[in-house]
């Protein structure tokens, strides 16, 4: 039987409903938290301080190092290890690249900014809901950076173009999960991965929506920050 | 003709277009890109004129020239200390810039300053490789003995100075305490009564977590009031 309802009724191109909050981890210099139905993520960041260890300090630019990690009880039953594995030193990997167009290293020459991302529940999307948390605490520890990053996944399942997959979908036999990274400004794209098989002319589709939701996510992560800071301005 | 397109005061983000047009000119924590200002941080928003700067809410001390700072030695070197600046980097105070004394050659440097001193100290240059110069040759700038050290977001210590030194004076004038303040975030508290240092230090971090609430002089003035009585009793 073809897929052509999505499982929890929401429409092709719609997300699934989205929180988010700056400032959530108190000992860190930024921290941010991002859900996204059942997918949530905290990025908490630390920085710039001195690197360590020394060898990898830059003497021309400051390093960005980013970390994601799957609290072991996060997924559907199965117990996650903890700690680094192959998948998940890959996504740390390519949120570091998603988030590094937009972050002014040569401010911070010699020093490091530390990013953490714990999923404490996931649903599919995780390393697209790290990356917004990443990017709320990055804006809230004051990094000198050009831009906010926005990242949604969008794929295909049997023939419906479909905008922010969850679990059951981006697990089905004859689907692609396609998650992608956006600059809002300028609209380049940081990150764009593909896990299975699909159209050029699917792939389009399917990356237009998801640089419409990526707006929408701008939005939410805009104000999640601002609400942080809005009580100064009477001060 | 260019429009400004956030109020003043406004908080913003990093990227959100602060004015558009030539008619402004970007300042501290803002870029110009076409013919857009854009936010380089997240900031507050200060007009002035023509001239559109971001005031940070967040994140870590960065060295300035002309700070006055406490920093706390790590390092002792061949013809100087390495101190801790509560940043990215780490500065050295030169011997010569330390004292007016005559330090002869070879001299034991820990008779001056020994690994785990506090000292308040003023920076002199930060060169554009970030290393950070220090001197102790000033009014006010000395080893500090004794007494605690608490730490602060830098971002608050304007409030926690108050208006010409009015916060801190309120807070040392009732809890008998000395305190200096660095523009780095640490602040140094000494008092007679233990007691009375240890409201004095809780007070620092009161005015932190507070800063941002409307009538914060007042706050505090009822939190000192409170707890004084508490501590003659």
């Known amino acids: ?119 404490p529940q996931t649903d599919a999307g995780t390393r697209c809901a ?52 956006m600059l809002h400004n300028t609209k380049q794209v940081s990150l764009l991965q593909m896990d299975g098989e699909i159209s050029l002319d699917q792939l389009k589709q399917a990356t237009e929506l998801a640089k419409k939701a990526c707006d929408e996510i701008y939005e939410v992560q805009k104000a999640a920050l601002k609400k942080k800071f809005e009580v100064t301005e009477n001060a | 003709m260019g429009e400004i397109q956030v109020k003043d005061k406004e908080v913003v983000v990093p990227g959100e277009t602060l004015a558009t047009g030539m008619d402004f000119l970007p300042s501290y924590g803002t870029r110009r890109e076409g013919d857009r200002i854009l936010a380089s941080r997240l900031g507050l928003v200060n007009i002035e004129g023509k001239v559109i700067k971001l005031v940070p809410l967040s994140g870590v001390y960065y060295p300035k020239t002309g700070d006055t700072i406490i920093g706390y030695v790590t390092e002792v070197l061949l013809s100087g200390w390495r101190i ?9 105070m030169n011997m010569k810039d330390a004292t007016s004394e005559f330090i002869a050659r070879g001299a034991d440097l820990t008779k001056y300053f020994a690994i785990g001193d506090y000292v308040m100290v003023k920076i002199i240059n930060v060169t554009s490789q970030n290393l950070v110069d220090l001197t102790m040759k000033g009014p006010g700038l000395r080893k500090l003995r004794g007494g605690r050290i608490v730490k602060v977001n830098a971002n608050k210590v304007p409030r926690i100075i108050g208006k010409q030194g009015s916060m801190v004076s309120m807070i040392k004038q009732s809890t008998n305490c000395r305190i200096l303040v660095g523009q780095n975030g640490v602040v140094w508290v000494q008092g007679d009564d233990p007691a009375q240092e240890l409201l004095a230090a809780e007070t620092i971090k009161k005015i932190e977590r507070e800063a941002h609430i409307p009538g914060l002089t007042d706050n505090i003035k009822g939190f000192l009031e409170k707890n004084k009585e508490g501590i003659r009793k």
């Open chain 1, 130 to 181: 790290g990356i917004c948390a990443a990017s709320i605490a990055l804006a809230d520890a004051g990094i000198p950076m050009t831009d906010l990053v926005c990242a949604v996944s969008a794929g295909r399942v049997d023939d419906m173009i479909l905008l922010d997959l969850n679990y059951i979908e981006d697990s089905h036999e004859n689907g692609v999960d396609t998650p992608m990274a």
């Open chain 2, 84 to 92: 801790d600046t509560n940043s990215a980097y780490s500065a050295v």
């Open chain 1, 1 to 119: 039987m073809a897929y052509t309802e999505r499982n929890d009724g929401r429409k092709p191109d719609e997300l699934r409903p989205i929180e988010a909050k700056a400032g959530v981890i108190k000992r860190a210099d930024g921290s941010g938290w991002f859900k996204i139905g059942n997918t949530e993520a905290y990025a908490a960041v630390y920085g710039p301080r001195e690197m360590f260890p020394r060898f990898r300090q830059n003497p021309e630019k400051g390093v960005l190092r980013c970390h994601y990690t799957m609290m072991p009880f996060s997924s559907a039953g199965d117990r996650v290890r903890p700690g680094p594995s192959r998948r998940s030193k890959e996504i740390a990997l390519v949120t570091e690249k998603a988030l590094l167009p937009v972050i002014n290293l040569g401010d911070f020459s010699n020093a490091v900014v530390d990013v953490f991302i714990e999923l």
